[in-house]
Structures are given as C-alpha cells and as structure tokens.
C-alpha cells in the first residue's frame, strides 16, 4: 500500500493544523500510527490508531493531537492543536499490517513521504 500524506504548512504558536494520509488501497485490516522527525533528532511516535479504533497517544501531545481514520476514505488524520515552535518537524504516517497499534516506527511495514509542519514563534 502507498501512503500520501498532506496538510502540513506555517502555522504561528497557538494555531492548528490537520494532517491527513490516505491510501492507495483499503486499509481497513491495518493499524496507522503518525511520526515525526525534528532536524538532528530521531523519528519520535506521537499516536497510533488499531484498525478496531483503539488509540494510544505519545504523552507530549495526549490532549493537543487527535487521531483519527475513516475507512471509506481511507484517510487517517492527525488533528493538531495549540502547537508549539517545538512541533515543528516532518511528520510521517505509516501502515501496520496487524490488528494493533505500535509505537514502534520498526514494526509498520509502510510509510508515507511525510509532511512538513513549521511552527513560528
């Protein structure tokens, strides 16, 4: 499967941004999660959503960031609020062909291009 994510751009501190990533093909059997990866620093988890739903969040953005997927778009979201310069980075969604989520970018199997998210102070 082939992921394509969008949305990102500029935003000041304080705004929001929402991340999409869709597929190429149905991904309803499969967990997604969302990444990112600051200049100089390694790729960080920041949520993951089971196939069934279930949803684990990273505990820097637990109550700033929602995830969500629609599986008739297959598009899973990352809606992102009150950010922060710190956000800034390329975020990347990715593909796990099990049932759970992971917060492990070694455990998804495929992986969208990624998208850049800058936040300005």
């Known amino acids: 499967v082939q992921l394509q994510a969008s949305g990102g751009g500029l935003v000041q501190a304080g705004g929001s941004l929402r991340l999409s990533c869709t597929a190429s093909?149905?991904?309803?059997?499969?967990?997604m999660g969302w990444f990112r990866q600051a200049p100089g620093r390694e790729r960080e988890f920041l949520a993951t959503?089971?196939?069934?739903?279930?949803?684990t969040y990273e505990e820097s953005v637990r109550g700033r960031f929602t995830i969500s997927r629609d599986n008739v778009k297959v598009t899973v979201y990352l809606q992102m609020n009150s950010l922060k310069p710190e956000d800034t980075a390329v975020y990347y969604c990715?593909?796990?062909?099990?049932?759970?989520?992971?917060?492990?970018?070694?455990?998804?199997?495929?992986w969208g291009q990624g998208t850049l998210v800058t936040v300005s102070s």
């Open positions: 093909s149905t991904f309803s059997n499969y967990a």
């Open positions: 959503i089971s196939s069934g739903g279930g949803i």
């Open positions: 990715a593909a796990r062909t099990r049932y759970g989520g992971s917060r492990y970018a070694s455990e998804y199997e495929y």
